[in-house]
């Protein structure tokens, strides 16, 4: 069974710290997809990463893909409250999506 | 900028009936999908459209399920005889293909089955 794990599920956290979410998959696949939901909003993408070893960076966030490993990082830099959010991974050209991880960042 | 749009924002509808929803993806676009999200749940892929046929399709994506895009511009969902367990969150997105892989999502229908 193609799965995608996502840990943790929950996350609270207070504003300047760092913390990373993690993605963990049972493909092969060598695409992975991170994506942002606001509460009640759409999906708005944030990291395509197309192979081993690829890492992006976007202001306090940065992604990275180990394709041996099959897991995939999701890193929050000094956290600020503008970044409260849910976070999802998915694989497999985005036909497989983890749970999500809800993001708090109290002030 | 450019963005997907779906109509409508919310259908109500009843058991047995049938419902299209409607999505205008981003015009230069080659790849469109739609997903759905039962609420507070993960999303949950249905099928994926490029040159006009389904491209890939996920189990929930059965025989009451269909997709068109009937004027070279809207793609549609359609349901042909909803359940109460269809009620959800449905978005659209697309890409543009040939390297480019980012999704822009729409903002969603709504969907309430009674």
Known sequence: ELKVEQNPLFLSMQEGKNYTIYCNYSTTSDRLYWYRQDPGKSLESLFVLLSN????????????????ARLSTLHITAAVHDLSATYFCAVEYVRIWGAG?????KP | EPEVTQTPSHQV?????????????ISNHLYFYWYRQILGQKVEFLVSFYNNEISEKSEIFDDQFSVERPDGSNFTLKIRS??????AMYFCASSGGQGDYEQYFGPGTRLTVT
């Open chain 1, 101 to 105: 991880t809800k993001l708090i960042i």
């Open chain 2, 13 to 25: 509808t009843q058991m047995g009936q049938e419902v299209i929803l409607r999505c205008v993806p």
């Open chain 1, 53 to 68: 070893g690829a890492v992006k960076q976007e202001g306090r966030l940065m992604a990275s893909l180990d394709t041996k």
């Open chain 2, 82 to 87: 909803t359940k109460l367990e269809d009620s």
